[in-house]
Nanobody, 117 residues
């Protein structure tokens, strides 16, 4: 059974940094696309960043985080991380890890990130 477990959320002041990590388990295969989505208060869930599984593979960022957030993967450990720098109050949201395996989507339970002004 595939499970995604996130960690690293919390409360930080504007301008600060946080690092989110997600570990996928329950598969002997390397996951395909892995990434992060977020859902702010009263908003729809949106893509933050995603990464393909291949070395040097495509990285895709939302315009609002480009230049501030960096996504990275460790395929050997089936982990994906999100380094978030220069955080802004509008980055406040629940952040969800997503992983694709053989065409199926899997989601983590979410981790809260709160940025105070």
């Amino acid at each position: 059974q595939v499970q995604l477990v996130e960690s690293g959320g919390g409360l930080v002041q504007a301008g600060g940094s946080l690092r989110l990590s997600c570990t996928a388990s329950g598969s002997v295969w390397v996951f395909g696309t892995m990434g992060w989505y977020r859902q702010g208060p009263g908003k729809q869930r949106e893509l933050v960043a995603e990464a393909e599984s291949t070395s040097g593979g495509r990285r895709n960022y939302a315009a609002s985080v480009k230049g501030r957030f960096i996504i990275s993967r460790d395929n050997a450990k089936n982990t994906v991380s999100l380094q978030m720098n220069s955080l802004k109050p509008e980055d406040t949201a629940v952040y969800y890890c997503r992983a694709v395996l053989i065409g199926l989507d899997y989601w983590g339970q979410g981790t809260q990130v709160t940025v105070s002004s």
